[in-house]
């Protein structure tokens, strides 16, 4: 498991490659809030809006998603716990007042920096107005 990244993966890098030509900054595996020990791979801190990009494996793709051969009960429980974890933390963002994007891995990366460049302008638009 050594091996298994948890930043800076190919999906990761094209998106926060395209995000940034767009003019966007961003931090990159940062916890939106403090207090929650848990990292987004792309955080907008002043307007608020947190990006997963979440592996097909690991966080269970409906459309990829296969279950392993080798120790079935240990590694399905693991995905199904990343699930619980994942929904866990949107909710608890969301009530904090944040916005969160998720993406698949294999999601097209143009689509994926293109909505998250348009949600991130539209909460600047209005956390600024009065």
């Given at each position: ?30 916890r939106p809030l403090p207090e929650l020990r ?12 947190a990006v997963f990009i979440d592996g097909c494996?690991w966080h269970g793709c409906p459309e990829h ?66």
């Open positions: 498991m050594q091996a298994i990244r948890s930043r800076d993966t190919k999906p990761e890098h094209l998106i926060r490659r395209l995000v940034h030509a767009q003019g966007l900054r961003y931090r990159v595996a940062a848990r990292t987004a791979d792309l955080v907008f801190r002043p307007a608020k809006v494996y998603y296969v279950a392993p051969r080798t120790n079935p009960g240990y590694w399905s429980d693991k995905v199904a716990r990343n699930m619980a974890r994942d929904r866990d933390t949107d909710k608890q963002l969301i009530a904090a007042g944040w916005f969160v994007l998720r993406f698949w891995e294999h999601e097209p990366s143009g689509l994926c920096a293109d909505k998250i460049a348009a949600t991130v302008l539209a909460r600047r638009a209005t956390l600024r107005s009065p």
